[in-house]
């Protein structure tokens, strides 16, 4: 039944005013009645207000709220959707900030500790803080998602980024070791095309991750038992110690280097003792590989290549790799043509 202003606000325990302001931002728009021009909500419009207020409530700015709102035909699901987001990058937030005072904490009880310690350890939060909200999608995978599995068969003229596509997601499928029941959670999951692979095994259940909701609605159009959820590398959707197995193809390198490495971070964190993470991905073996590969492509006069390699943030495979050594992983690596490499790697118990 639809709710008059003071009736709304009541049911959210917020103010009339509180609910004016938001309409005079153009956050909501409540019909009036024809004869008196009194507002009236819906269960839509109170479903909208609901996410303005909680996202408020953990001090997303109106502006930012507006633009999070912006999209056309939004329902139940995308308002959950949109909430569960960005209240998993402000718990990351506010983990990042307690971890921090705890540094600072044990720093003080060393003899040298000096105000220099807490300056670094603040910059290291803010730091922290760019890197996860900074990352921007320059590339609008939106505009992409419609025709994005047709343009994966299209060779390039010169260069061909999905060379070895087809290929590199069947090893994924052979890497991961299949458990019953696992969950398996796709990062970028784009139309689904990984994600839906690992829907065949018995009682297996895939979560996609993306930070496009375009993509996000194609995966959902295409592959409806996979649960899509809105968001991204450096703020995963979901709660500690939960993932059996993280796989993710042609993603990663969207994120630069120094992200990439938070983003292993991240996985660690989702994923259970045990747990395994398989990425095929656009990456060199290590620097020297790279340069070899440009430095060939350059003497073809291949521009297109280079241009398109320049473009993104291909990794140094043996950067991830040291990483993953150094906490707790055994690791394998493949590099399936000059640009496409694959690494898998496995927690033995405890990870660090
Ligand atoms: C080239 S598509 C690959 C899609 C799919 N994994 C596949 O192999 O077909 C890249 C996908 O990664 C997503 N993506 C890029 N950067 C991301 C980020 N930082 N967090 C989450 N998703 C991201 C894009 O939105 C897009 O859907």
Same mark, same amino acid.
């Not at 390039?156 to 069947?170: C, I, P, R």
């Not at 964190?269 to 060199?284: E, H, N, P, S, T």
């Given at each position: ?112 500790? +000096?105000?220099?310690?807490? !300056?670094? @350890?603040?910059?290291?939060? #803010?730091? $922290? ?6 990352? %921007? ?110 796989? +993710?193809?042609?993603?990663? !390198?969207? @994120?630069?280097?120094?992200? #990439?490495? $938070? ?6 964190? %989702? ?82």
């Amino acid at each position: 039944m639809d709710l008059y202003i003071k009736d709304a606000a009541k049911l959210l325990q917020t103010t009339t005013r509180a609910i004016r302001f938001y309409e005079e931002k153009g956050l909501i728009y409540p019909q009036k009645a024809v004869d008196n021009n009194y507002r009236f909500f819906t269960d839509q419009d109170l479903l909208r207000l609901h996410t303005i207020l909680a996202l408020r409530e953990i001090g997303i700015p109106v502006q930012e709220i507006k633009q999070l709102l912006s999209e056309e035909g939004m329902n139940t699901r995308k308002y959950l959707d949109i909430q569960r987001a960005a209240l998993f990058e402000k718990w990351l937030e506010i983990r990042d900030m307690l971890g921090t005072i705890d540094g600072m904490v044990g720093r003080t009880e060393y003899s040298d500790f +000096s105000m220099k310690d807490i !300056h670094k @350890l603040a910059q290291h939060l #803010k730091n $922290l803080k760019e890197q996860r909200k900074g990352w %921007v999608d320059k590339w609008d995978f939106d505009s992409w998602a419609d025709n994005f599995d047709s343009h994966i068969k299209q060779e390039g003229h010169g260069f061909n980024v999905h060379q070895g596509y087809d290929e590199a997601l069947a090893k994924v499928v052979q890497l991961v070791e299949r458990k019953e029941n696992a969950l398996v959670v796709d990062i970028g999951v784009g139309t689904g095309n990984l994600g839906a692979k690992f829907l065949q095994n018995e009682g297996s259940r895939v979560i996609g991750v993306d930070q496009s909701d375009e993509m996000l609605l194609e995966c959902k159009r295409a592959h409806p038992e996979i649960d899509t959820r809105k968001g991204h590398f450096l703020a995963l959707p979901l709660l500690d110690e939960q993932a059996d197995a993280i796989v +993710s193809s042609y993603a990663l !390198h969207h @994120l630069p280097d120094k992200e #990439k490495l $938070l983003a292993l971070e991240e996985m660690t964190r %989702v994923l259970k003792a045990g747990g395994q993470i398989c990425i095929a991905d656009l990456m060199f073996v290590d620097k020297s590989h790279r340069k070899e590969v440009m430095d060939e492509l350059q003497a073809a006069g291949n521009t297109e290549a280079i241009a398109a390699i320049e473009d993104e943030y291909y990794a140094d495979c043996s950067v991830l790799i040291d990483w993953l050594l150094g906490h707790g992983y055994s690791v394998d690596s493949w590099q399936l043509n000059d640009i496409l490499g694959i690494i898998y790697a496995k927690t033995e118990g405890e990870r660090y």
